[in-house]
C-alpha cells in the first residue's frame, strides 16, 4: 500500500468513526420506536429581526429525511413514544425562547406536526430546580425521569419520580406518567407510587432508558 492510500484509508477510518457513534448512539442511548424518525442532525441557524444573535427555529434532521421545524430552542432529542399508525411523538428537552432565563424543559412534540411552540405546554426536566432569588438557593424540585417500558403494564411511557418542596419546607414525593391515548398525550401522577427500583431495573436492561439530569435555576 502506497503512502497516499494509507493516508486515504486513515481519512475513511476516521469519517466514519465520527459518523457511526451519531448514527448508533440515538438508539443506543434512547427509547426508539421508530428508526426513521429519529433525528440525525438539528439545525439551529442564527439570524433574526433583532440582530445577528438572535437564533431561527430549531429543525430537526431526521433519518427517513424529513425535517421538522420548531419553535423552541437549544434542542437535544431525548426518546420517542410509538402512536398508532402515525409517525411517533418525540420527547425533546429545549428552551422556549433563545438566550433567555426560561429553564430547560420536556416537550411532546407529533413528528409530522406542521408547527410546534412552547404555547403548547412542557413538564420538568430531570434533576433540580431552584429559584432565581440569591436569598433562597434551596432546589425546589428534585426528580429523575425515565422513558421507555419501563413500569409494570410495559406501556412506553415517559415517567418522572420526584420530590417537590412544599410552602412549609417538607418534600412531597409524587410519580407523574404520560402516555400515549389514543392521538394524544395524556399525563397524570398515580395514585399508587410504582418502585423506583423496578424502573431502575428497567433501566440497565435496555427495555427503559434514563434521561441524565441537570441542575437548573427557575428563570
Not at 493516508?7 to 475513511?12: E, G, I, P, T
Not at 442532525?41 to 431561527?56: F, L, N, Y
Not at 429559584?131 to 412506553?156: H, I, K, S
Request: charged share 20%.
Amino acid at each position: 500500500m502506497t503512502m497516499t492510500s494509507l493516508h486515504s484509508a486513515l481519512r475513511l477510518v476516521a469519517t466514519m468513526s465520527a459518523l457511526w457513534p451519531l448514527r448508533a448512539s440515538a438508539q443506543g442511548r434512547h427509547f426508539v420506536v421508530d428508526s426513521a424518525w429519529v433525528p440525525l442532525r438539528i439545525e439551529r441557524p442564527k439570524g433574526g429581526v433583532a440582530g445577528a444573535d438572535d437564533q431561527g427555529p430549531n429543525v430537526l434532521h431526521c433519518r427517513n429525511r424529513k425535517t421538522l421545524v420548531v419553535q423552541l430552542f437549544d434542542l437535544t432529542f431525548l426518546g420517542q413514544l410509538p402512536r398508532p399508525h402515525r409517525a411517533p411523538f418525540l420527547i425533546l428537552g429545549a428552551r422556549g425562547c433563545h438566550s433567555c432565563d426560561i429553564e430547560t424543559q420536556v416537550y411532546v412534540v407529533p413528528a409530522d406536526t406542521q408547527s410546534f411552540d412552547a404555547q403548547h405546554g412542557g413538564w420538568y426536566y430531570p434533576g433540580s430546580l431552584r429559584p432565581a432569588e440569591p436569598t433562597d438557593t434551596t432546589p425546589f424540585y428534585r426528580g429523575r425521569m425515565f422513558v421507555g417500558r419501563c413500569l409494570a403494564d410495559a406501556q412506553p411511557v415517559v415517567v418522572w419520580f420526584q420530590q417537590e418542596r412544599d410552602s412549609t419546607g417538607h418534600w412531597v414525593q409524587g410519580v407523574y406518567r404520560l402516555r400515549v391515548v389514543g392521538d394524544s398525550v395524556h399525563g397524570e401522577f398515580l395514585g399508587e407510587h410504582p418502585p423506583l427500583g423496578a424502573t431502575v431495573r428497567a433501566a440497565r436492561t435496555g427495555t427503559c432508558r434514563e434521561v441524565p439530569g441537570i441542575d437548573q435555576t427557575q428563570g
